[in-house]
């Protein structure tokens, strides 16, 4: 667990540098329609960190019976307005319920990780396995926010990005 909290923290710093000093044009701008711009994933990794991988974690390790709340990340798109949400300030409330899941984190003496929820449809959800995909989600988000700025900078740049290797 020490190992997965310290990637935490160092994907705080890479969402920081990642998603700083953006202009509006480049967080609102889409690579077409149905993909998510740089203000939808920020408020979906505002929403997962809050209403999703630290509820369901504190929730296996206090009661493992218990059902995890539901959660509807594409309903919450629409449902939570994400393109109204001001970028900066979403930036600023992810970052600031990340560095609170650390402390909570680090505060956990001996946390049974191997409580399990059985998950109707995805079967049994240990701590452990909770952990590990949501430091997983990081990673697939930091990919997903990568592409989307190199993208970005191949349409307005109109340049041919061959030469910088294959991406």
Same mark, same amino acid.
């Given at each position: !667990?020490?190992?997965?909290?310290?990637?935490? $923290?160092?994907?705080? *710093?890479? #969402?920081?540098?990642?998603?700083?000093?953006?202009?509006?044009? $480049?967080?609102?701008?889409? $690579?077409?329609? /149905?993909?998510?711009?740089?203000?939808e994933v920020v408020c979906h990794l505002y929403d997962e960190e %809050?209403? &999703? #991988?630290?509820? %369901? #974690?504190?929730?296996?390790?206090?009661?493992?019976?218990?059902? @995890?709340?539901?959660?509807?990340?594409? /309903?919450?798109?629409? &449902?939570?307005?994400?393109? $109204?949400?001001?970028?900066?300030? !979403?930036? *600023?409330?992810?970052?600031?319920?990340?560095? *609170? =899941?650390?402390?909570?984190?680090? =505060?956990?003496?001996?946390?049974?990780?191997?409580?399990?929820? !059985? +998950?109707?449809?995805?079967?049994? !959800?240990? /701590?452990? @396995?909770?952990?590990?995909?949501?430091?997983? +989600? &990081?990673?697939? +988000?930091?990919?997903?926010?990568?592409?989307?700025k190199y993208n970005y900078l191949q349409y307005t740049s109109e340049?041919?990005?061959?030469? *910088?290797?294959?991406?």
């Open positions: !667990m020490i190992n997965i909290i310290k990637e935490f $923290e160092i994907n705080d *710093a890479v #969402f920081k540098q990642l998603l700083s000093q953006l202009s509006s044009k $480049e967080y609102l701008w889409r $690579e077409h329609e /149905g993909k998510w711009n740089l203000l %809050r209403d &999703d #991988f630290k509820t %369901r #974690f504190k929730s296996v390790l206090d009661d493992p019976d218990k059902p @995890f709340p539901p959660i509807d990340p594409v /309903g919450w798109v629409t &449902d939570r307005n994400y393109s $109204e949400q001001d970028f900066n300030t !979403m930036v *600023a409330k992810f970052l600031l319920e990340r560095k *609170a =899941s650390i402390a909570w984190l680090q =505060s956990l003496e001996n946390p049974p990780l191997e409580n399990s929820y !059985m +998950h109707p449809k995805l079967g049994p !959800m240990s /701590g452990r @396995f909770i952990l590990s995909n949501w430091l997983a +989600h &990081d990673y697939l +988000h930091i990919r997903q926010i990568l592409r989307i340049q041919d990005l061959s030469y *910088a290797g294959e991406w």
